[in-house]
């Protein structure tokens, strides 16, 4: 145990018991404990494996290369279509974590092995996403915005593309455009300040 870890688990309010559950049950697992992004992380030889993370509904164990583990007992869960490489089980009671004891070491010492064999997730690349035809439509228009836009880091590419493409509506997605065309002029990502 990573003493500058226990803080999460002190801080739990609803979820205290299942984060307990499953910290003792990865760390039996033999990996390190480290804090990142907020949220413990346990990693094999410096590469990550799992993270434990809680929301309101559920806490979860979260597979950074879950899409690459056998799902044969259907616990994976993607948390969104956009999510490509991680995979969580969710969790809303102790007694389930105590239960699937084995299975979930099983995903666990699963996921180590992915690690050592190298194996990598192949992440769709930003170009394999569609641009919305609003956004395609002032890209078309405005040469200045189409340049700033190309010049974005792919990630940042990705990310206003996915935000102008989630609304169902044109009208809103025109209007998340018009809102971030400023920002991405100024070569700025979508949440960069």
Known sequence: MNPKVDFYFNKAQKWQEE?????????????????????????????NIVLIHEFKEYCALLFFKGALLNNADGLLIRQSENVQA???IRFTHALEIIEQKDILKAYIYEAIEVEKDGLKVELKKTEEFPIPEEFQSKLDKIPALKAAFEALTPGRQRAYILHFSQPKQSKTREARVEKYMLQILNGKGLNDV
Do not use: I, M, N
């Open 86 to 88: 991680a995979r969580q």
């Open 19 to 47: 984060l307990e559950q499953l910290r003792l049950l990865v760390l039996d697992c033999g990996l390190t404990e480290e804090l990142k992004w907020g949220c413990p992380c346990y990693t094999f030889q410096q590469s």
